[in-house]
């Protein structure tokens, strides 16, 4: 397998975790490079269920190392809790999970900062955030008063520790919100070290001894290019970049070690949190997307909001991120609908637009231009070749290809590895 980047086409939830799961097979490292616990990968592995927040789904995989890479922020804490989980499945994590020393840290001021920001605004202005933390935690990186992995395990922590912690009880009190102790988080920080210490490096040369190997990878990111902090729906996203881009600045990996991209796109709409939704649906087919898909978050168990297929939105992932061939999942959740819709232009303002416009109040005046294809109604539950598809349903996927812009090369039909199609893509 070439060096792959596995990018969210949409915002986020696309089923990344399943296809990545999927893709390690021929891989031999995997690589997280952005993001925090704020986002949820699900895979299921025969009869289990398995929702990974920091660690790379790879670990799933005897033999296949992983990297929580630079561009991560995590949280030591929660981060062991899931190690612990993985540990407690039957997975090792011995020489098989490394953890960049420049990877930044989220400290419990976060997510109270995380929490008190988000209620103090005005309901329009509220993002829907997570409250894991993650923005404050990147706010100081980019403010370079953020501690990072390496600074965990030099003696001088406890000291700049306080440091940090003065300054935050400050900017907590000045919001009317409690402060935090000092020796509460020193000491769950030193806990989680003792298991976590072992596990941190610089993982720029390691990754690089990969390459020259001839080691192949598989770059995760979590989210959605519409959740990107510069190519997403502003203010209304995540805190990091969650395109193809941010594989390299969240790795040490450079764009010229990177082979392919392969985007994520369900084969209809999601999206969890506040912001402009052009294609959601607030009737009964909404209602079904959602019953049907089990369209709940992995990290909060929020609903989603559902929509149909936005190729405006697909078209804006090929661009920002060079995507080279589909990942399409879901196919299945459309069973049982007569009608489909796809959105292929928005009416803005009376005017037709192909594009995702960058300022946010445009895109909330968005109208969806829709054509409807008829649905297949039965069933594609147990489907392993692509040429046994609906006819109905192999129309649908070259429609979805034309106006997206690239081939589906790899086709869903449920949660399992073993419900997966791998198509050629076409020229």
Same mark, same amino acid.
């Given at each position: 397998m070439p060096n792959t980047i596995l990018i969210g086409a949409q915002w986020g939830d696309e089923g990344k975790g399943k296809i990545i799961d999927v893709l390690t097979e021929g891989a031999d490292w995997v690589v997280r490079a952005q993001g925090g616990n704020n986002a949820g990968h699900t895979v299921e592995v025969g009869e289990e269920r398995f929702v990974l927040h920091l660690v790379p789904s790879g670990i799933l995989h005897d033999g296949k190392r992983c990297v929580i890479g630079n561009g991560v922020v995590l949280d030591p804490v929660a981060l062991v809790e899931e190690i612990r989980g993985v540990m407690d499945r039957g997975f090792s994590v011995e020489g098989r999970l490394f953890i960049s020393d420049r990877a930044h840290v989220v400290f419990p001021y976060h997510r109270m900062l995380d929490a008190q920001g988000e209620a103090c605004k005005a309901k329009d202005d509220q993002i829907g955030t997570t409250q894991r933390g993650i923005g404050p935690a990147y706010s100081d990186k980019a403010a370079r008063f953020g501690l990072r992995m390496g600074d965990l395990i030099?003696?001088?922590?406890?000291?700049?520790?306080? =440091?940090? #912690?003065?300054?935050?009880?400050? *900017?907590? =009190?000045?919001?009317?919100?409690?402060?935090?102790?000092?020796?509460?988080?020193?000491?769950?920080?030193? @806990?989680?070290?003792?298991?976590? *210490?072992?596990?941190?490096?610089? +993982?720029?040369?390691?990754?690089?001894?990969?390459?020259?190997?001839?080691?192949?990878?598989?770059?995760?990111?979590?989210?959605?290019?519409?959740?990107? #902090?510069?190519?997403? +729906?502003?203010?209304?996203?995540?805190?990091?970049?969650?395109?193809?881009?941010?594989?390299?600045?969240?790795?040490?990996?450079?764009?010229?070690?990177?082979?392919?991209?392969?985007?994520?796109?369900?084969?209809?709409?999601?999206?969890?949190?506040?912001?402009?939704?052009?294609? @959601?649906?607030?009737?009964?087919?909404?209602?079904?997307?959602?019953?049907?898909?089990? @369209?709940?978050?992995?990290?909060?168990g929020r609903p989603r909001r559902c929509g149909w297929f936005d190729a405006v939105v697909a078209r804006h992932a090929v661009m920002t991120c060079g995507v080279d061939e589909w990942a399409?999942?879901?196919?299945?959740?459309?069973?049982?609908?007569? +009608?489909?819709?796809?959105? +292929? *232009?928005?009416?803005?303002?009376?005017?037709? #637009?192909?594009?995702?416009?960058?300022?946010?109040?445009?895109?909330?005046?968005?109208?969806?231009?829709?054509?409807?294809?008829?649905?297949?109604?039965?069933?594609?539950?147990? #489907?392993?070749?692509?040429?046994?598809?609906?006819?109905?349903?192999?129309?649908?996927? &070259?429609?979805?290809? &034309?106006?997206?812009?690239?081939?589906?090369?790899?086709? =869903?039909?449920?949660?399992?590895?073993?419900?997966?199609?791998?198509?050629?893509p076409r020229a």
């Open positions: 030099d003696p001088s922590f406890p000291e700049v520790l306080r =440091s940090r #912690i003065e300054d935050k009880n400050r *900017a907590l =009190s000045a919001l009317g919100a409690p402060t935090v102790e000092f020796a509460e988080i020193l000491a769950a920080t030193q @806990e989680a070290m003792a298991v976590l *210490a072992p596990l941190v490096c610089d +993982t720029v040369p390691l990754l690089h001894d990969a390459v020259r190997a001839g080691d192949t990878m598989l770059f995760e990111g979590a989210q959605g290019i519409m959740l990107d #902090i510069d190519f997403g +729906t502003y203010p209304f996203v995540t805190s990091s970049n969650a395109g193809s881009g941010g594989a390299a600045t969240g790795s040490g990996v450079p764009p010229n070690r990177m082979d392919r991209v392969v985007g994520v796109l369900k084969a209809y709409t999601t999206r969890v949190g506040e912001g402009p939704f052009p294609t @959601e649906l607030f009737d009964a087919d909404g209602e079904e997307l959602r019953r049907v898909g089990r @369209e709940f978050g992995a990290t909060t399409l999942t879901k196919l299945d959740v459309l069973d049982g609908f007569e +009608t489909l819709k796809i959105c +292929t *232009a928005y009416e803005l303002d009376g005017r037709l #637009i192909d594009h995702v416009p960058a300022n946010v109040r445009q895109l909330a005046r968005c109208t969806p231009i829709y054509e409807e294809m008829p649905g297949w109604q039965t069933s594609t539950q147990g #489907i392993t070749r692509y040429e046994e598809l609906p006819a109905a349903a192999q129309r649908y996927i &070259a429609r979805l290809e &034309a106006v997206s812009g690239a081939p589906v090369a790899i086709l =869903s039909l449920g949660p399992r590895r073993d419900e997966t199609i791998f198509r050629e």
